[in-house]
């Protein structure tokens, strides 16, 4: 089994930058992708960034390309989302999600098993 807690959301204003962390505990090696998603009130949860834990390719949905950076510290078993310009459609509550999707099926939840408990993040 796999625990993921994340850190790091909050409230600021648009145009303002936020880092979250997802550190993960237990079988670690028993994923080979972390994923960033976000959901939105009334809207469905989407994925945000993914990046594979062996070789660290990344993906990014089209709305975050060029201000949102996944990042990996596998030493310390920690993903990062850097999230810089952000904005108010933005605000959503964000969650970690690690499992073993192919590249083709990133951004499909069913695909990731774990998921952290979400941070919340506001933009303004």
């Known amino acids: 089994h796999v625990q993921l807690v994340e850190s790091g959301g909050g409230s600021v204003q648009a145009g303002g930058s936020l880092r979250l962390s997802c550190a993960a505990s237990?079988?670690?090696?028993?994923?080979?992708?972390m994923g960033w998603f976000r959901q939105a009130p009334g809207k469905e949860r989407e994925g945000v960034a993914a990046?594979?834990?062996?070789?660290?390719?990344?993906y990014y949905a089209d709305s975050v390309k060029g201000r949102f950076t996944i990042s990996q510290d596998n030493a310390k078993n920690t993903v990062y989302l850097q999230m810089n310009s952000l904005k108010p459609e933005d605000t959503a509550m964000y969650y970690c999600?690690?499992?073993?999707?192919?590249?083709?099926?990133?951004?499909?939840?069913?695909?990731?098993?774990?998921w952290g408990q979400g941070t919340q993040v506001t933009v303004s």
């Open positions: 999600a690690a499992g073993w999707p192919n590249s083709a099926r990133v951004w499909t939840p069913t695909d990731y098993p774990y």
């Open positions: 237990g079988h670690t090696y028993n994923y080979i992708f």
């Open positions: 990046i594979s834990t062996d070789g660290g390719s990344t």
